[in-house]
């Protein structure tokens, strides 16, 4: 076996290992969905929210929502702590690179959470909401390209966090602030088509929109055809300017660890 | 040049002592003292394939750093590491693949997977074939009787079970250097011996370079057959167990029960004939201090010459009383 894959293989067993924890994870990502998609399919009564009418809103919102939670994951909290705890150590004597092997980690841990959380909670949204599935086999395709981008993007987002537990020690603090950043920026909860005009401009420069906004807009066929691989292209493009960052990141911390005591 | 090799290494850390108190900590908010510890003062080492190697020092000598800068885990400040001719820190990734590294006080394991998951990933972090991979488990099983646990969590294993599946870890790609930071924390006596027995073997059988840091004197004394003392970030002393001895300077002790009171004029006459101080321990019985490298012969012909004694002892000074008397000088 590759590492990558042993990487990826852990982090899906991880996502599998507490029984509570897949439970919990499902039961307040569909809360959060159900309340969310009245929310807005409600908005969308006295007729379309920001150009989407009801099925595809609350398609968007649903999707969106659940994709970024599946692909946000919790890298900075995990890197965070290895730092914090002084495990980095252990990681160091090994012959691995931590951002890669965070990024494949969290790859499998996205495509479990896919297939324990998105992919129920959809089901169950489908017996009473309006959301559509995609009409068109090659859309399929696409969204899961770029929700494996999207995986890519949040891993690094959150490797890049958790990095900063160098400076700060404790990471709690950023972590907030970067799920707040998700939730109001990528379009997990107010799709990005809802945002004012100016908010609209700070989100197309962020990386963020890439977590959800780009694979629930494919999701809805909203976009198709070749502005779909522009969107695609825009993911890959953070996806590599965040790799970049990772690295230099981690190139930096490298030199300025300290393992304190024993 | 040599398999191992560390010239004039050096480490200083930067350490923020923090004020007292909730007002301290306000202070410190804005920018505290800084203080510059050199926790390595220029350590040479050298360590060929199949030596073992003991580390000793006081806590806070520089033990784990020295190992933690051979590991690649740290970047030397100053001085130069070599070991297979590689730059453990700037080489890490080619470098670690050589080696095994086990602190016994942290696990390397994952905490929320079984040992065996957590084997398997190994294996393949290190690209180990499949069937290699078993035999030497199969091996490592035989020696520190793992295989009992192999399907529990990491985190639900005693911690003797932990620290021999943290050492089955660190043996299972076949490292030519082992670094071990404290590796019989929480084994009982009967696994110690065997750790101790296994990595005797390792070096003599696969000239396996051991280098191992502990405080029970024991480890150093049945695995290796050099001692290595750091004291203030630098080596104090590079020599085998017996030099370490003679260095120190302690003599051997004679421990003689009379079996019948002994009179004072008696032990007069023997310390006249030996060079060596005489206690009396009791009614019955005296001891005989004798200097560094002094045979005890000439102590013995003088107490029996003086009458019969129904038993004598000779007592080698304990490595921990060298090892004490090292630290004390360099203070």
Sequence with gaps: MRPGL????LGATHRFTWRLEVVVAALSALAVVVVNASLWIAAADHG???GLAKPALGTYVVVAWLVAVAVGGRVEEWVGERFYTGAIASDLVRPMDLHAWALARHLGRSAASMLLTAVPVFAVMGLWFPVALPRHLVTWGLFAVSVSLAAVVGGQIGFLVGLLAFRLGRVTGVAHLKAAAVWLLSGAMIPIFALPVRVQDLVAVLPFQALAHVPAVLFTERVTGPEAFGLLGLQAFWALLLWGACRLGWAWAQRRIVVWGG | ???LEARGLQRTFVLRPRRRGVLGAVRDLFGGERTVVRALDGVDLEVEPGQTVGLLGPNGAGK???????????EPTGGTVRVAGRDPFRERQAHVREIGVLFGQRTQLWWDLAVQEAFDLLLAVYGVPEAAGRERLARLDALLGIGAFMRVPVRELSLGQRVRCDLAAALLHGPRLLLLDEPTIGLDVTTRLRVRAFLRDLAAREGVAVLLTSHDLADVEQVCERVVVIDHGKVAFD???????????????????AGRPVADADLAVVGAAVPGRVVRRSETAFAVHLGAGEGAG?????VVSRGPVADLHVQEPSTEEVVAALWERGR
């Design chain 2, 298 to 302: 000439a102590a013995v012909a003088a």
């Design chain 2, 64 to 74: 784990s750093t020295t190992v933690k800068c051979l590991a690649g885990i740290l």
């Design chain 2, 1 to 3: 040049m040599a398999f």
């Design chain 2, 239 to 257: 020599g085998d167990l017996s030099a370490m001895r003679a260095r120190v300077g302690l003599g051997r002790v004679v421990l003689v029960e």
């Design chain 1, 6 to 9: 042993a990487a990826a293989r």
């Design chain 1, 48 to 50: 379309p929210v920001a």
